[in-house]
C-alpha cells in the first residue's frame, strides 16, 4: 500500500521560511508525479505546486507563484516544499499526494486516491 509521510510544518512568523518533506514509500516513485496540496476548514483542497516525475516541469498556484519551489530526489522518494516569504494566508494543512494525471497546467492536474496525513502550517506573529 502506498505510504506518504510529511514532515516539517509549523509555526512561523510572517516573512518566515519552512520546508516541507514528503518521504514515500510502497510505490515507484520516480514514475509518479506529486503534488503539495494545502486545505483551510470549510474550504476544498487546492494544489499549490506539482512536479513531473523526471523532475522536467513544475507548476505552481498564483498564490505562491515566486515564493514556493517544489523539488524531488527520486534517489531517496522523497518531495519537498520551500516556502519562503509565508505570509498568514498561506496558514493550512499541507498534503503531499500523488497525482493520478498530469495536464497542461497546475489546474488540470488531478490526485491519486494516495495522500499523506498532512501537516500544519501556521503564519502568525
Known amino acids: 500500500q502506498v505510504h506518504l509521510m510529511e514532515s516539517g510544518g509549523g509555526l512561523v512568523q510572517p516573512g518566515g521560511s519552512l520546508r516541507l518533506s514528503c518521504a514515500a514509500s510502497?510505490?515507484?516513485?520516480?514514475?509518479?508525479?506529486m503534488g503539495w496540496y494545502r486545505q483551510v476548514p470549510g474550504k476544498e483542497p487546492e494544489l499549490v505546486a506539482a512536479i513531473f516525475h523526471t523532475q522536467s516541469d513544475a507548476n505552481y498556484a498564483d498564490s505562491v507563484e515566486g515564493r514556493f519551489t517544489i523539488s524531488r530526489d527520486n534517489a531517496k522518494n522523497t518531495v519537498y516544499l520551500q516556502m519562503n516569504n509565508l505570509e498568514p494566508e498561506d496558514t493550512a494543512v499541507y498534503y503531499c499526494?500523488?497525482?493520478?494525471?498530469?495536464?497542461?497546467?497546475?489546474?488540470?492536474?488531478?490526485?491519486?486516491?494516495?495522500w499523506g496525513q498532512g501537516t500544519q502550517v501556521t503564519v502568525s506573529s
Open positions: 510502497r510505490f515507484t516513485f520516480s514514475n509518479i508525479a
Open positions: 499526494v500523488a497525482l493520478s494525471f498530469w495536464g497542461p497546467n497546475i489546474d488540470a492536474h488531478r490526485p491519486s486516491p494516495y
